[in-house]
């Protein structure tokens, strides 16, 4: 019997490996959240120069996802690797750098918490199966994407288009919906909010949100089809409203201050495509439909 085999008729196995691989990817997810938007700025400043003939800055020291290693924030004391375990390790720690005491956020294991239950959630939903697998990388990939966009209200491209592209090429093989469904997704998706970001630009004379929103309900369009839309747009807008309101007030800020969508569109997609036609139905005979 092989790995396959095993965790298809394991289901402890597989909830098991599920767990503990996106505890792991969640650790890497906090790097990428915090590498990616510092890559990005340097190199679009490196493009301005060209593009202005300015002389170049100083060398800078190589940056990347994977090099330098970890460090401590506050005495950059580098992180062993018993002390980058997931969430085990923070717990260990109990939150504080082993060689200055400096606290660790919190972030941390709560990033790696949620990669690790949601992996569990997809595993449980889907099995050990070619859907669950690319489900997972999707999952992965909107954490990400959710957590860049609270902090810099931003959607990289970099991360957007190679997810779009992904879900159209699984659904090559109609592996959530047909390709065709699928490419209708992709440009509905997109269509969609940029007509409302038009419009309210029209009427209003502001941008009531950014282009990365509108790839990244195209991208969602492009995973579950035309069909995980109406639902997308109907969850996200709600929960946004109503999230955004209660946090300008904790912030005591008024309401002109922009809020990143990206998070509710995530959320939203994520659970559309999961359960989409189970709360379609049971809202249907709920109305009596």
């Not at 005491?101 to 919190?106: E, P, V």
């Not at 970099?158 to 093989?173: A, I, K, R, T």
Request: aromatic residues 12%; charged residues 10%; contains cysteine.
């Amino acid at each position: 019997m092989n790995v396959v085999d095993l965790l298809q008729t394991n289901s402890v196995a597989l909830l098991l490996v599920a767990g503990v691989l996106g505890l792991m990817v969640g650790s890497f997810l906090n790097v990428v959240v915090y590498r990616l938007p510092v890559i990005l700025q340097r190199d679009w400043e490196t493009q301005a120069r060209d593009i202005l003939e300015l002389p170049a800055t100083e060398q800078q020291k190589p940056f990347n996802l994977l090099w330098p290693p970890s460090r401590c924030p506050h005495c950059a004391a580098p992180i062993r690797a018993w002390q980058n375990i997931p969430l085990a390790s923070w717990l260990a720690l109990r939150g504080r750098c082993s060689s200055c005491k400096g606290g660790i956020s919190a972030r941390y294991p709560l990033v790696e918490l949620a990669s690790g239950l949601l992996s569990l959630v997809v595993a449980w939903h889907f099995g050990a199966t070619a859907e669950g697998a690319a489900m997972l990388l999707l999952t992965w990939g909107l954490i990400a994407l959710s957590l860049i966009d609270a902090d810099h209200q931003l959607l990289p491209d970099v991360v957007v288009l190679p997810l779009l592209w992904l879900g159209l090429l699984v659904n090559s093989f109609g592996l959530f919906v047909s390709l065709q469904d699928a490419v209708y997704g992709a440009a509905f998706g997109y269509l969609s909010l940029w007509s409302v970001f038009w419009l309210f630009k029209l009427v209003t004379g502001k941008e009531g949100m950014g282009y990365g929103d509108f790839k990244l309900l195209a991208m969602l369009g492009a995973w579950g089809g035309w069909q995980v839309l109406p639902l997308t747009i109907l969850l996200s807008s709600v929960v946004g409203a109503v999230l955004g309101v209660i946090i300008l007030r904790l912030q005591r800020q008024g309401m002109a201050q922009p809020l990143p969508f990206g998070p509710y569109l995530a959320v939203a997609g994520w659970i559309a495509l999961i359960w989409g036609e189970q709360i379609t139905q049971s809202y249907l005979q709920f109305a009596g439909f």
